[in-house]
């Protein structure tokens, strides 16, 4: 079991994360939660948590980004973690790091780095070669 229950993000637009984020995640084995109308998003990979929810601001706010933040998901190949970069760009994220090795990191990390169209920093690493 994971020691983390859930991880939160925050969006301004409901619709455009649920593009992003069915394709993005569902790259690297996550799958949407069904919920009822007006809940946030939710999304778990094989019925495990962490979950990954996407939330509007309860405060009523603008969602933003942590500065300096970023969640990292691992992907089971590097092929995971391309598509994963792939899809980000086409559903309105940014490019923050294109696939590819990061050997300071360790001999066999490989990941991209992107933004969601909110601007949540999000990682795909794959630590398996090949």
């Not at 309860?58 to 691992?74: K, L, S, Y």
Request: charged share 20%; proline share 8%.
């Amino acid at each position: 079991m994971s020691i983390i229950s859930h991880i939160t993000l925050g969006t301004n637009d409901k619709d455009r994360s649920a593009q992003f984020y069915d394709a993005v995640l569902g790259a690297i084995g996550f799958s949407r939660l069904p919920k009822p109308a007006g809940k946030p998003l939710a999304y778990e990979r094989d019925g495990m948590m962490p979950t990954i929810y996407i939330y509007t601001p309860e405060d009523g706010r603008p969602a933003t980004w942590g500065n300096g933040t970023h969640v990292a998901f691992v992907a089971d190949t590097q092929a995971q973690v391309r598509l994963f970069h792939e899809l980000a760009l086409k559903f309105g994220g940014k490019t923050e790091g294109e696939p590819g090795p990061r050997p300071h990191y360790g001999p066999d990390y490989y990941a991209a780095y992107v933004r969601d169209p909110d601007g949540n920093k999000l990682q795909a690493v794959c630590y398996a070669s090949g």
